[in-house]
Antibody, heavy 126, light 108 residues
Framework: QITLKESGPTLVKPTQTLTLTCTFSGFSLDTSGVGVGWIRQPPGKALEWLAL???????RYSPSLKSRLTITKDTSKNQVVLTMTNMDPVDTATYYC??????????????????WGQGTLVTVSS | DIQLTQSPSFVSASVGDRVTITCRAT??????LAWYQQKPGKAPKLLIYAASTLQSGVPSRFSGSGSGTEFTLTISSLRPEDFATYYCQQLESDPPYSFGQGTKLEIK
C-alpha cells in the first residue's frame, strides 16, 4: 500500500526558505519508472504543479518558480525534500506530495498522480 | 508551456443528471490527460488517466474522452458524492505538467 505524508513548518516569514519533506512507503524511488512530485494549492484556488523527481535523479520544475525550487531525494529514508527560497505571502498554500503513475514500454510515459499525501498548509506571514 | 482551460468553471446540477466538463489544451497533447476529483479539505483523487482509462476503483459512471487539444469528462448519472471540484492535468512528454483552473460541480 502506497502512502505519502508531508511535513514541515506551518508558518514561515517572508524572505525565508521553506523546506518540506515527503515521507513515503509502499514503493522505492530507486526503482525504474518511479517519480514523486510536489503540487500546491492556495486557499480557494486551483492546483499548481511545482516539481518532480524521477528514480534516475532527473528533476523538473515549474518554469515560473524554477529559480526558487530544489527537489531532492533520499532513497535510504524514503523521502523527497522540496526547498523553496525567498518565500512571499502569495506562496501561502497547501503543499502536497504525490506518487507519479508511470507506464514504461521502452520509453516511459507519465500518466497522473495516483497517490497523494494529506497536504500541509504553509502560511507566509511576518 | 501548455495551458489548459476548463469549461464551465461552475456547473449546477441535480442528482441523476448527466454532466460533461471540457478541458482544452493550447497545443496537442495526444492522450496525455488526467482528470481528478477534489472534495473540500481533501487531496485530489485520480479518476482517469490517458484521457479515457478509468483508475482502479473509480465508478463506471465516470468516463473520459478526447485527444489532441479537446477532452471531456462525463458523469453519466450524478450521485450525491460526486459534488466536488474537478481538475484536468496534461502530462505530455516533458514537464511542466500543468493543471486546468478547475470546475466546481454544485448541487442545484
Amino acid at each position: 500500500q502506497i502512502t505519502l505524508k508531508e511535513s514541515g513548518p506551518t508558518l514561515v516569514k517572508p524572505t525565508q526558505t521553506l523546506t518540506l519533506t515527503c515521507t513515503f512507503s509502499g514503493f522505492s524511488l530507486d526503482t525504474s519508472g518511479v517519480g514523486v512530485g510536489w503540487i500546491r494549492q492556495p486557499p480557494g484556488k486551483a492546483l499548481e504543479w511545482l516539481a518532480l523527481i524521477y528514480w534516475d535523479d532527473d528533476t523538473r520544475y515549474s518554469p515560473s518558480l524554477k529559480s526558487r525550487l530544489t527537489i531532492t531525494k533520499d532513497t535510504s529514508k524514503n523521502q523527497v525534500v522540496l526547498t523553496m527560497t525567498n518565500m512571499d505571502p502569495v506562496d501561502t498554500a497547501t503543499y502536497y506530495c504525490a506518487h507519479l503513475l508511470v507506464y514504461c514500454s521502452g520509453d516511459c510515459y507519465s500518466l497522473g498522480f495516483d497517490y497523494w499525501g494529506q497536504g500541509t498548509l504553509v502560511t507566509v506571514s511576518s | 508551456d501548455i495551458q489548459l482551460t476548463q469549461s464551465p468553471s461552475f456547473v449546477s446540477a441535480s442528482v441523476g443528471d448527466r454532466v460533461t466538463i471540457t478541458c482544452r489544451a493550447t497545443q496537442g497533447i495526444s492522450s496525455y490527460l488526467a482528470w481528478y476529483q477534489q472534495k473540500p479539505g481533501k487531496a485530489p483523487k485520480l479518476l482517469i488517466y490517458a484521457a479515457s482509462t478509468l483508475q482502479s476503483g473509480v465508478p463506471s459512471r465516470f468516463s473520459g474522452s478526447g485527444s489532441g487539444t479537446e477532452f471531456t469528462l462525463t458523469i453519466s448519472s450524478l450521485r450525491p458524492e460526486d459534488f466536488a471540484t474537478y481538475y484536468c492535468q496534461q502530462l505530455e512528454s516533458d514537464p511542466p505538467y500543468s493543471f486546468g483552473q478547475g470546475t466546481k460541480l454544485e448541487i442545484k
